[in-house]
């Protein structure tokens, strides 16, 4: 996925540099992250955060079943990640930004051929001090959980809410929560 295909952030270096503020001030997850699951064949994501769980349908990439490996699949991830950063003026209403490729992502990737040993040695550097590793690899990267329909399989690999149920979503999210994407 590229910029001009989710129209997610325009700029890398402000998204890169967010990012990288995000993840150097915290350290870590925070006490107070709230946690987000996708359940990608129930086609749900379940928000949990002080007791409360809140359930919104969801619609996918448009190639779904498996996990992504490569930039133009379709598929949207499967893993552990982090809310990077939330932007109020998404080409899809809103969006909130997902810490992917993670360490898994990035050698399942170089044993598959996928990105070299060199590109895997730079995102796991970029990993380990606090940085969002390269978005413009054969791995594709930008993923988000966005607006402009839920109805369907239909993103470039991202997480798509209806407008009314992102609205509420993004009110409730904080950089640094927790994201599972289960198959």
């Not at 295909?5 to 890169?16: A, E, I, L, N, Y």
């Not at 769980?53 to 190639?63: E, V």
């Not at 982090?82 to 992502?105: A, C, E, M, R, V």
């Not at 390269?134 to 990267?141: I, R």
């Amino acid at each position: 996925m590229n910029a001009s295909q989710c129209g997610q952030f325009t700029s890398m270096r402000h998204f890169s540099f967010l990012a990288s503020f995000l993840f150097l001030l915290l350290g870590s997850v925070p006490a107070w992250a709230a946690h987000i699951t996708v359940f990608k064949a129930k086609r749900i994501l379940e928000y949990k955060a002080d007791g409360v769980t809140r359930t919104f349908k969801i619609g996918l990439g448009a190639s779904p079943t498996g996990r992504k490996l490569r930039q133009g699949d379709r598929k949207t991830p499967e893993g552990s990640y982090l809310i990077t950063h939330k932007n109020p003026q998404s080409q899809f209403y809103l969006s909130l930004g997902i810490s992917y490729p993670n360490l898994d992502d990035a050698a399942l990737a170089v044993k598959s051929g996928i990105i070299t040993p060199g590109q895997h040695a730079a995102m796991a550097e970029a990993i380990k001090q606090g940085r969002v590793p390269s978005q413009h690899t054969p791995m594709g990267g930008e993923i988000f959980i966005h607006g402009k329909g839920a109805g369907s399989d239909w993103t470039w690999g991202c997480i798509a809410l209806d407008d009314k149920q992102m609205r509420v979503l993004y009110d409730l999210v904080r950089p640094g929560d927790k994201v599972s994407i289960l198959p």
